[in-house]
């Protein structure tokens, strides 16, 4: 009777063996499974990353393009503004020129002309002189 008990005992130690068994065996491949779909997880995450790096790096190069463009669009509209600055300055030196022509003749002739009638006043040191305006920066000529 003795034996039949033992004989019970390892069947049940053997059971409860492959019952551990199977137990681990089932525990190992959900971890797999779940390692393979973290993996994948992953890789799809850094697939996703590196895609939004490249896309970061796209936008920040066009950004740039666009930037350097609006700088030579604005660099070509001052440029255009200053010359027209400057000519519209040349423009202004010369009647400015002209004028200080016509008046230093006319303060030749005046100084070359004797009086027509004894009545008519003569103003034989009259000098023309260009006076410079300290609050308006500007030059005025002034009969002196």
């Given at each position: 009777m003795a034996i039949p008990e033992e004989v019970r005992a390892a069947k049940r130690i053997n059971a409860e063996g492959e019952r551990i068994l199977e137990k681990a065996h089932d525990e190992s491949t959900r971890i797999v499974s779940r390692a393979q779909e973290q993996a994948a997880?992953?890789?799809?995450?850094?697939?996703?990353?590196?895609?939004?790096?490249?896309?970061?790096?796209?936008?920040?190069?066009?950004?740039?393009?666009?930037?350097?463009?609006?700088?030579?669009?604005?660099?070509d509209y001052a440029a255009n503004i200053l010359g027209t600055l400057e000519e519209e300055a040349v423009k202004a030196l010369a009647g400015i020129r002209k004028g200080m022509d016509?008046?230093?003749e006319r303060r030749a002739e005046l100084q070359t002309l004797a009086p027509?009638?004894?009545?008519e006043p003569m103003l034989p040191d009259a000098e023309?002189?260009?006076?410079?305006?300290?609050?308006?920066?500007?030059?005025?000529?002034?009969?002196?």
């Open positions: 997880f992953l890789i799809g995450e850094r697939g996703l990353t590196e895609t939004a790096q490249a896309e970061g790096r796209r936008i920040v190069e066009q950004a740039e393009d666009v930037g350097d463009g609006i700088r030579r669009g604005a660099d016509v008046l230093e027509v009638d004894e009545h023309v002189r260009v006076t410079e305006d300290e609050d308006a920066g500007s030059r005025s000529p002034s009969l002196r």
